[in-house]
């Protein structure tokens, strides 16, 4: 059974930081693109960062220079660790997990993180 366990959301005060934690079971991180979304109220759900499997990263311009993705092989999660946060940067957040050539794609049940003073 494939999970994606998200965690480290919570409450933040503008400025401050987070990092979200994505526990894989079921795949190898290593093989898979892995996704960070995130979703606010009344908003369709956004791409924030992407970690390929073969290690390259994207972030959406949103988040650039601000949120880092990473990947730990050895534990089998991946990571987001969000610096300067904003109100705007409340959402749910989700990790997901991806390999077009195989159909898989998996998700986890999502994080929230507030941002407000």
């Known amino acids: 059974q494939v999970q994606l366990v998200e965690s480290g959301g919570g409450l933040v005060q503008p400025g401050g930081s987070l990092r979200l934690s994505c526990a894989v079971s079921?795949?190898?991180?290593?093989?898979?693109?892995i996704y960070w979304y995130r979703q606010a109220p009344g908003k369709e759900r956004e791409l924030v960062a992407t970690?390929?499997?073969?290690?390259?990263?994207y972030y959406a311009d949103s988040v650039k220079g601000r949120f880092t993705i990473s990947r730990d092989n050895a534990k089998n999660a991946a990571y987001l660790q969000m610096n300067i946060l904003k109100p705007e940067d409340t959402a749910v957040y989700f990790c997901?997990?991806?390999?077009?050539?195989?159909?898989?794609?998996?998700w986890g049940q999502g994080t929230q993180v507030t941002v407000s003073a």
């Open positions: 997901n997990g991806r390999r077009a050539l195989l159909n898989r794609n998996y």
């Open positions: 079921g795949i190898i991180v290593s093989s898979y693109n």
């Open positions: 970690y390929t499997s073969g290690g390259s990263t």
